[in-house]
């Protein structure tokens, strides 16, 4: 079946860092992915929709400027967190609608991030 | 009021158990509804999907009120496999393949 992956997995970082997260569709081209944020014991928080070739759709309370998103293929979409701080810390998911599927959405595994 | 409300739990229940969870939506145009499920540190995944007519897999059956504009999931004869925390969804927008909108998701523990 389809998979979207994410890397990487885990990621530990000094405060004031940039890091980079990778979502990718593996057998499948995704015009749009969306990335989600999860803080230990909440929910998924829905943070931006990323459009390929266009500029990414963000969530209200989330700051595009400290939270990049290229999608720069039909396969590819980065989230890069700029200057990292402690409570960037948490668990960051990217997803992508089957285009065969419509109500099917693929998840990728996460990646933890801990910035110290 | 936010889209996807759900009561957080935890429930905590013997093995054997039927144990039931509610979600209230807010967005009377929505269409399509998911229970997902996830484990600690991992991916959610696609349980089951809610219809109007209601939907059973096995020891799940999840049904949805659209009056009310709640969906539920009942889980009979648990297992201590179902532990784990499972959350309500819905699409934001009219179409499929909008992004999913999740509740705060249920914890539930079953216990031996």
């Given at each position: ?116 | ?92 927008g009219y ?13 539930l523990s079953?216990?031996?």
């Amino acid at each position: 079946g389809a998979v979207v992956s994410q890397h990487p997995s885990r990621v530990i970082c000094k405060s004031g860092t940039s890091v980079k997260i990778e979502c990718r569709s593996l057998d499948f081209q995704a015009t749009t992915m969306f990335w989600y944020r999860q803080f230990p014991k909440q929910s998924l928080m829905l943070m931006a929709t990323s459009n390929e070739g266009s500029k990414a759709t963000y969530e209200q309370g989330v700051e595009k400027d400290k939270f990049l998103i290229n999608h720069a293929s039909l396969t590819l979409s980065t989230l890069t967190v700029t200057s990292a701080h402690p409570e960037d810390s948490s668990f960051y998911i990217c997803s992508a609608p089957d285009p065969k599927s419509t109500d099917t959405q693929y998840f990728g595994p996460g990646t933890r991030l801990t910035v110290l | 009021r936010k889209e996807v409300e759900q009561d957080p739990g935890p429930f905590n229940v013997p093995e054997g158990a039927t144990v039931a969870f509610n979600c209230t939506y807010s967005n009377s145009a929505s269409q399509s509804f998911f229970w997902y499920r996830q484990d600690c540190r991992k991916e959610p995944k696609l349980l089951m999907s809610v219809y109007s007519s209601g939907n059973e897999d096995g020891r799940f059956t999840a049904q949805l009120n659209r009056a009310s504009q709640y969906i539920s999931l009942l889980i009979r004869d648990s297992k201590l496999s179902d532990s784990a925390t499972y959350l309500c969804a819905s699409f934001r927008g009219y179409q499929a393949g909008t992004a999913l909108i999740f509740g705060k998701g249920t914890t539930l523990s079953v216990s031996s």
